[in-house]
């Protein structure tokens, strides 16, 4: 099963910043938080991942709470073509078993 | 570096019949995964296979099966199709210096009439 709780789906203007919250109660000191989308009919796409610190490359910013039981993905400026699926994953690195991905979040970029 | 591919894209098969889908990784990847995609129950993990071998796998019945070549190219069959068995099928590889990255390819887009 997967081990995180995301809301099924939001909304966000175009233009403006898309906060997508990711709950990660159980999450273990050795597990990393990762984040891939989907966009209709495509395979998902990688977009980031952290482990405790903040992090933020090309395409997003990751924030993970201090207790790490949270983190939200931004997407700092969202456009039309942000309207994807977005998942969030935790998982040990180095790891051999099986990545488990759940429902995510359906996010509507509105014009 | 080109990215992972899958072949066909776009699939039409009747009940009973069976089916064989391809995944060619990235090179240098040695762990291919694949995927059913289904409006339903979403991404649900089918197996991995590392090596040639099968290092994972899900909970699907046994008319499901794949393997993996030497050169970690895999391919997926599914025998005695079902309606159900209608998805899009992603494959998934990761290897090289990031582990645990995934890189999906387009999928296959398999109706079951």
């Not at chain 1, 990393?32 to 209709?40: A, L």
């Not at chain 1, 969030?88 to 180095?94: A, D, F, K, Y």
Request: charged content about 20%.
């Amino acid at each position: 099963d997967a081990k995180t709780t995301q809301p099924p789906s939001m909304d966000c203007a175009e233009g403006r910043a898309a906060n997508l919250p990711c709950n990660h109660s159980t999450i273990s000191g050795n597990e990393y938080v990762y984040w891939y989308r989907q966009i209709h009919s495509q395979g998902p796409q990688y977009i980031i991942h952290g482990l405790k610190n903040n992090e933020t490359n090309e395409m997003a910013s990751l924030i993970i709470t201090e207790d790490r039981k949270s983190s939200t993905l931004i997407l700092p400026h969202a456009t039309l073509r942000d309207t994807a699926v977005y998942y969030c994953i935790v998982r040990e690195r180095n790891r051999d078993d099986k990545i488990i991905f759940g429902k995510g979040t359906r996010l509507h970029i509105l014009p | 570096k080109a990215g992972v591919t899958q072949t066909p894209r776009y699939l039409i098969k009747t009940r009973g019949q069976q089916v064989t889908l391809s995944c060619s990784p990235i090179s240098g990847h040695r762990s291919v995964s694949w995927y059913q995609q289904t409006p339903g129950q979403g991404l649900q993990f089918l197996f991995e296979y590392f090596s040639e071998t099968q290092r994972n796998k899900g909970n699907f019945p046994g008319r499901f099966s794949g393997r993996q070549f030497s050169n970690s190219r895999s391919e997926m069959n599914v025998s005695t199709l079902e309606l159900g068995d209608s998805a899009l099928y992603l494959c998934a590889s990761r290897g090289g210096e990031d582990q645990e990255t995934q890189y999906f390819g387009p999928g296959t887009r398999l109706l079951v009439l």
